[in-house]
């Protein structure tokens, strides 16, 4: 080769490594552009948020002030909101019913404090649904936490409300406190419910632990959703070798705040004793096959149709691994009101061949 063409040649590709080194730089500065704008919008959004929120609340303190000092009926938020909506025609929000929701708000939380650091938190409608919905002022403190710390949107606040998150969250049956450090334990026992709600499910009345799995995985964003957060899904029927023998765990998460493996067993009975003692050996199985040495201890989550409670306690007892035993649900049950009012099945039948 002369002398001309190889000057040519490196030359090209002296180019080429500068041009890819520019296209890499300028990538790297575009992701970290539009990662910034993200984050300033969502800072923006955030801030509007609780401008507007703390703006409604400050609304109906003073209605609420002016009521008491005045004596004034419900009529003058008629009045209220037919004068501001002529003085801001451009603003949204000043109806009679969001004004009243307004009112309803301030009375909820009197304290200013809280308003800022949670309910303002949140969007205003997640609030109006969470007054709609929640009378209780712990509970509606709790949905409010939930929603900040997962994101969730409106519909899944009203799906986690009336499947009465509140009341479960925490439940399980557990020997948490005797098998994990006092940090953790708390936390594992706050994450782990009872009963677990599954009426996504499209299970007839009969199904096989193989089927109830299978589905579970079929719709494992909403199973995810009802585990609640912090779990990641590592994979089912997952396989660990024993003593050259094979065994199959039914469901591995990982737990990305407890920082440990979640082992779930599924049931399509009631609990029976001897349940534990096989998680028990399943959890010594993780903790040696698949446990990091920065991985805390693995936990076992046993979840079954129907459980006894007193004997899900004597079964844990003597247990040296951290385990849970929680009852699922697939569909809510009718109404108690409305179960004498439906007909048997031989009195529907009789009415359909008629």
């Known amino acids: 080769m002369s002398t001309r063409k190889k000057t040519v040649k490196a030359i090209a590709q002296q180019a080429a490594v500068q041009l890819e080194g520019k296209t890499s730089g300028y990538g790297l500065l575009l992701a970290d552009l539009k990662q910034e704008i993200g984050r300033a919008r969502v800072r923006a959004a955030l801030a509007v948020n609780h401008e507007l929120v703390t703006l409604y609340w400050s609304i109906g303190k003073h209605i609420l002030t002016a009521q008491a000092a005045q004596g004034w009926g419900a009529k003058v938020i008629e009045q209220i909101s037919a004068d501001l909506q002529t003085e801001f025609p451009d603003m949204t929000g000043l109806s009679v019913r969001n004004i009243l929701y307004m009112k309803q708000f301030a009375a909820a939380y009197p304290d200013e404090q809280i308003t800022q650091q949670l309910a ?35 519909n899944v606040l009203v799906h986690q409300i ?41 299970l007839g009345a009969e199904f096989s632990e193989r089927e109830l799995e299978k589905e579970l995985i079929h719709r494992v ?74 991985d ?3 936990i076992g989550l046993i979840l079954c149709k129907d459980k006894n409670r007193i004997i899900a306690e004597y079964a844990m007892r003597d247990i040296n691994k951290p385990l849970a035993v929680a009852e699922y649900r697939l569909k809510s049950e009718l109404p108690e009101r409305l179960r004498d009012k439906l007909p048997d099945p031989q009195e529907l ?6």
């Open 120 to 154: 303002a938190q949140i969007p205003w409608f997640h609030n109006c649904t969470i007054l709609d919905k929640v009378s209780d002022p712990a509970e509606r403190e709790f949905y409010i936490r939930e929603t900040i710390a997962n994101g969730w949107s409106r």
């Open 296 to 298: 805390a201890q693995s």
């Open 162 to 202: 009336e499947s009465k998150l509140y009341e479960r969250q925490g439940k399980a049956v557990s020997n948490f406190q005797q098998t994990l450090p006092p940090p953790q334990s708390d936390l594992a026992q706050q994450l782990f419910k009872d009963p677990y709600t599954f009426d996504f499910l499209n």
């Open 221 to 294: 964003r909403d199973f995810l959703l009802e585990m609640g957060r912090g779990f990641a899904f590592v994979g089912s029927q997952y396989h660990l070798e024993v003593g050259g023998e094979d065994y199959y765990l039914d469901l591995l998460f990982y737990h990305l705040e407890l920082r440990c493996f979640v082992v779930i067993d599924l049931k399509v009975g009631k609990f029976l004793p001897e349940y534990a003692g096989k998680m028990n050996f399943y959890l010594s199985a993780v903790d040696d096959l698949l446990k990091h040495e920065a």
């Open 349 to 354: 039948e009789r009415r359909l061949s008629t």
